[in-house]
């Protein structure tokens, strides 16, 4: 895999160079979009298991600090703050996602460039959407160019988050392209993030973004007190092309067309929380509920999807754990939820209505299998099959998921997603969903991109005051 000399330094020098007048309208529309959704579905993790004693902790740890963990409004250092934003923003696996690469960005792109901006500010709207995009671009970008590294057990969301929100971050620094490949570098040198926690439904798999988001602030900020990072990143010998990906590697897709051709337009919305890997069989679900499926009478269902996605939330569902996660990641339980109740809610997600009887009982008789059929990595494609008491078969097929580019969420539904998390998180009125809406909206006619958002993000409720 030979690649010119200089690659991460090149790269660097096109990431320096970008500004708000290259980017389409339809780019700033999505990265605001983005910007909301990450707010939002922050706020709806106020109470998540693990993020109210995350932030207990930092709080024991730190008095005060330059940037601000946004549940609470407590004061933090900015490494502290993107840590606990960025657990929040992935608490709920509420947040958007690029399909075909696998990776949540906002919840690592998002955190960073707040804290960065609120320690290093007053940040303009125009400058924040800008290296809003980049982060997103290259998140997308790394994901697709080591498009397996889902399957070989990295988390890509943490692992390809560090880098890409690192040179978010640098650009925010106005960090010059030799600044900005020693952050790139540092962030390189910390990169992990392993799937293992998403297969045992633990808490930590909430932490990982997290841990990227507050790699990449260090890193930016090192890189721009003069601490020289690796130089050949990507590329080296040891670098994170040989050394993350085994060289299983497209670097035409990291580079080719960046710059004009966007995949953040290509990011889908979640209009329901849990992987991603579980929405095409929600959207089956609602819709045999909608026709009047009757439960009693289901002997057993069969879900067929792809490979990476049965690995992931296929097995057979335990309510014995009691866990949020494992919830979150088993195609069984969300489709005897969907199937129930006609809808997933954020509160599907949580106790006690993992636990339910008559849903786990219904999860039970559900089979999730890997369909050879169906391309290894495909995100969308899904069969179910029901077998009922009487002898019938009902059969569904789904290709499209809702909030993709195919079946997209229009503005009133992201509004009401909004305002959904704000009440679920925060106890917020729709008016103050709206008035922060708002802000983002027209974020690139601000002089103080965060300290408006800021103004406007509800306060916490009584119980986590």
Not at 29 to 40: A, E, P, Y
Request: hydrophobic share 45%.
């Amino acid at each position: 895999m030979p690649l010119p000399p200089d690659y991460s330094l090149k790269l660097c020098t096109q990431i320096a160079a970008w500004n708000y007048e290259q980017l389409p309208a339809s780019t700033v529309r999505t990265v605001k979009r983005i910007v909301l959704d990450g707010l939002g579905v922050i706020g709806g993790a106020a109470r998540a298991a693990g993020i109210p004693e995350l932030n207990q902790r930092l709080a024991r740890w730190e008095a005060g600090g330059s940037a601000t963990g946004l549940i609470g409004k407590r004061r933090y250092s900015p490494p502290s703050a993107a840590l606990a934003n960025g657990a929040a923003a992935h608490a709920l696996d509420f947040d958007e996602i690029h399909d075909a690469s696998r990776v949540h960005s906002a919840c690592v792109v998002l955190p960073t460039l707040l804290a960065t901006a609120e320690d290093a500010g007053p940040i303009s709207g125009k400058d924040f959407i800008v290296a809003m995009a980049i982060g997103l671009e290259l998140h997308a970008r790394l994901g697709l160019a080591c498009v397996n590294s889902l399957a070989t057990g990295w988390h890509p969301t943490t692992l390809f988050g560090s880098l890409a929100a690192s040179m978010a971050a640098g650009h925010l620094l106005e960090l010059d392209p030799e600044r900005l490949r020693n952050a790139l570098g540092i962030a390189f040198h910390q990169a992990s993030g392993s799937i293992q926690s998403a297969y045992d439904g633990v808490i930590s798999k909430r932490l990982g973004p997290g841990f990227a988001a507050r790699d990449a602030v260090v890193s930016a900020f090192l890189a721009a007190d003069g601490l020289t990072g690796t130089r050949e990143a990507l590329e080296g010998k040891a670098g994170f092309f040989n050394l993350h990906a085994r060289g299983d590697v497209n670097p035409a897709l990291l580079t080719e067309g960046l710059g004009t051709d966007w995949r953040v337009d290509e990011f889908s919305f979640k209009p329901y929380s849990g992987c991603r890997c579980n929405h095409a069989a929600i959207g089956v679900g609602v819709k045999l509920h909608d026709d009047g499926i009757p439960l009693d009478e289901i002997e057993a269902i069969e879900i067929r999807m792809s490979e990476a996605n049965w690995k992931l939330v296929g097995k057979p569902y335990d309510p014995r754990l009691n866990s949020e996660v494992h919830a979150q990641f088993n195609a069984a339980y969300s489709f005897a939820r969907a199937l129930t109740d006609g809808s997933v809610r954020l509160a599907s997600y949580e106790r006690p209505a993992i636990g339910e009887s008559a849903v786990t009982a219904l999860a039970g008789r559900i089979r999730v299998i890997a369909d050879p059929g169906i391309e290894k990595s495909a995100m969308a494609p899904v069969k179910v099959d029901l077998w009922m008491r009487d002898g019938r078969t009902v059969t569904r097929r789904s290709n499209t998921i809702k909030g993709s580019r195919e079946e997209p969420m229009t503005d009133a539904e992201m509004l009401d997603k909004l305002r959904g998390c704000f009440a679920f998180g925060l106890d917020a009125s729709p008016q103050t969903a709206d008035r922060l809406a708002e802000v983002v909206l027209n974020i690139e006619h601000s002089t103080d991109a965060v300290g408006a958002v800021l103004e406007r993000f509800p306060g916490p409720p009584s119980d986590l005051a």
